[in-house]
């Protein structure tokens, strides 16, 4: 006997898989299933409450998070292949920012 060339096998899984594919057509997917209830839920006036760091973070982000200028900037550079990218600069920005993220776990 070769493995893999047993006709009963092959004829009992390609039934398992049209028995799956019936199953999911007949059954509502449970994604659109959880979000028709979230929608619904949203929908009843749910309350929402938010905890302290939810509400620090958003009161410390700005109006502005980005210079439309400047990307647009970047962008045009890129797309002309004069972008040049300063290593040094990336290499500080980095250290600085996880020296600050380590000082605030600290203390």
């Known amino acids: 006997m070769k493995i893999g060339n047993n006709p009963d096998i092959a004829s009992?899984?390609?039934?398992?898989?049209?028995?799956?594919q019936q199953a999911k057509a007949a059954a509502p997917a449970p994604a659109a299933e959880a979000a028709s209830q979230s929608a619904s839920r949203a929908a009843?006036?749910?309350?929402?409450?938010?905890s302290a760091t939810a509400r620090g973070v958003e009161?410390?982000?700005?109006?502005?998070?980005?210079?439309?200028?400047?990307?647009?900037?970047?962008?045009?550079?890129?797309?002309n292949g004069t972008f040049k990218v300063d290593a040094e600069a990336v290499a500080d920005k980095l250290l600085a920012n996880a020296y600050e993220t380590l000082s605030r776990s600290r203390g």
Do not use: C, H, N
């Open 12 to 20: 009992t899984l390609s039934q398992a898989a049209a028995a799956r």
């Open 59 to 79: 009161a410390g982000r700005s109006t502005a998070d980005f210079d439309a200028g400047k990307v647009k900037a970047v962008k045009t550079a890129i797309d």
């Open 44 to 50: 009843a006036g749910v309350p929402v409450t938010l």
